[in-house]
């Protein structure tokens, strides 16, 4: 509908408009009740029509997916084919941000140690990844952060114990976690190097581990961004790729190009990775998919980050083991890659490798056609206790029990002939000895039809998250802070449009108040020119915190989480406070008097001839406290963060955080707390009051 609205010619518009606001085809209060109407469908569909316009593309890009024009895979429609036959088909496990704390959940440690025993001897992966934050390194306050060898020597001994490192290939890197105030790699308190499983080789840039099975060799490319040095919390949270590395980076890719895939691994999502242009595209598109951790399914509100990235790579973040407890089995069967997300204790099991999932085809690298050859619907089934049934449906229809052919494999024939059009719909359950009971069912296709995207997780990943906080702090500056000097330019402090409501009246009042002008121009602009703390900010070493990175030790770190913080700032602080000064502004000052020609004065504006009842003046007057309570807690938060995470000397020279809460406060106290005006013997002000910017009530002289 509101497409169509916008094909309307403007010259049939302009019409309508002119006969709508003709003064001789209706009367004053008619013409006035229209102009009204008509600026708020203004106000009203025009900015839908554009969100609608950005929705759209939105969709386009982020939910359709992305469409091949390639060669088909060379194996494709190369014998052998998934059959009955336990062949051409082996698994590993991908675990992430594990956490060991010596502070909180202890759990964490013991599952971990279960998981390396128990979950390590029943599946028996060939390969385990376990891509970053390997320990917690938080305080007992939970801002702080520093390396604990206690907590890495929990880590080792949990896998030690369990010799999981003799029963699989373990390649474990950091993460942002494990590189928390770390002045340099050789640094002691790089505790990843003595008590890793991988050792200093994983913590010297990328690496390659080639995996070779008689049927081919399946290649593992490390993807190296942690910071060095690495700061305290909470300025490390995106990686950095700098250009060597990036260079190494693609010369391991292309050591695997004679792979049967290649498969990228590290702790960062690539949309939290700073990195020179043109970055990772060209090179991820010959990886397979990329493995990561690191968000956490960001609390739970996103547990399914995984996408096909437009270079034709797939791009799978897997759960954190922290709180969720969840890891990854994945098997590359016939050269098809398919994974099932299951959390620690449940039982059994269960991984579909034949037909493979659609919405996590690869056709750019998989031999995808393979699934229209096969002869038989395969499963890997895993459980501490004997299986003891299973049932698999296709479209709603139940086809059978699958038969058991070797080790974990259970297969049932099929006619993939039946299902060659569009998507289908497979489930799977299967029970155990034990009373276990697990399904999973999803979408397939024989023909490569795919369904759309997830809209949210392919926002999260497909973006540039650095650039989306930049652009977000951008357009809130336009929004809350710019107006102001705009108004102040525009708008006398006696403008009639001061009669007009009390908001535009407040806005006018605040940007020509000089206090609350000046204090908040200057205190919302300063962070993107100046150093925002100075105090001991990793290991020891002092330095200096700005938007653009941290100075330290004789290095220039290029954090860029601090665009996140801009825009909490205006989120939290400025937007919440702008809107309570122009509302108390608006409420304290009642608009100008105009004098009359007989010499008597009265309101210029009908609406304050009426005064409102003095109730709902009161309650006006003390709701617009609540919007108080954010900026409060984000002032109160912000400095205790500072204090917490770097020190005394940070929190005391802390012009983003201490000095600009301090000027706010002082602008709130001012507002409450008007100078009073002396009056001496003749009549005129005392000198030491400024009535003109004050922010309080004005005594007048009659």
Known sequence: MVFNLLQIPSSHLLQEAKEIFNPALMSDSSAMMAKTLFLVALIIFVPLAALSWVWALMLDYYTVPVKYDGPSHPHGNVAPFPGDAFDNLWWFIHISDIHVSRFRDPGRTTDFQDFCKENMDVIKPEVVLVTGDLTDAKTIDFIGSTQYEIEWQSYKSAIKLAQADKKAVWIDIRGNHDAFDIPHLGHKSNYYRKYSIYGPEG???????????????????????????????PFNFFGLLTESELKKVEANVDRAKGSNHTIMFGHYTTSTIVMPK????????????????????????????????????????????????????????????????????????????NPKRARFMAPKHEPVQKIGHSTHIRILLFSPSAITSTSVYLDGAYKGSAQHIKDSLYVLPWNPLDYREGLHHIA???????????????????????????LFPAIILLSDMAQVFLLLYAVLYCVVILPLPVVRW????????????????????????????????????YPLVGPWCIGNLIGGYYGVSTMHGIYVNGAFVREVFSYAVVLLDMLFLYLPVNV???????LQHPPPQVSLQNGSQKSSSRKHSQPSPATSFLLLQYMIYA????????????????WYGYGTMAFLISPKSLWTNLSLLYVFYKLHHPQKVVIVANGNHSNNVSHENSIGHRSRTE
């Open 428 to 454: 799977v359950t299967a029970s155990d000895a034990a009373g276990n009971t697990q399904s999973v069912q999803y979408q397939f296709s024989v023909d490569g039809s795919r369904p759309e995207q997830w």
């Open 627 to 642: 919007l108080l309570l954010p900026p409060l807690v984000w002032l109160y938060f912000s400095s205790k963060t500072v």
């Open 203 to 233: 913590d010297q840039g990328s690496f390659i581990y080639e995996h070779k099975l008689p049927f081919g060799t399946y290649s593992f490319v490390s993807l190296y961004a942690v910071l060095d040095p690495g700061p305290k919390r």
């Open 490 to 525: 525009c708008c006398r402090k006696g403008s009639h449009l001061m009669n007009s409501n009390i908001i535009l009246r407040g806005l006018i009042l605040l940007s020509h108040n000089d206090l609350c002008f000046y204090t908040l121009m200057i205190t919302s602009t």
């Open 278 to 353: 043109p970055g990772l595209p060209n090179i991820r598109g010959k990886c397979t998919a990329y493995l990561c951790g690191h968000l956490h399914s960001l609390g739970g509100v996103a547990p399914h980050l995984k996408a096909l990235q437009r270079s034709g790579s797939l791009e799978l973040e897997v759960e954190d083991w922290k709180d969720n407890r969840m890891y990854r089995v994945m098997a590359f069967d016939h050269d098809l890659l398919s994974f099932v997300d299951v959390r620690f204790g449940e039982w059994p099991v269960i991984l579909i490798t």
């Open 580 to 586: 309570f000064l122009i509302f108390k502004l608006g």
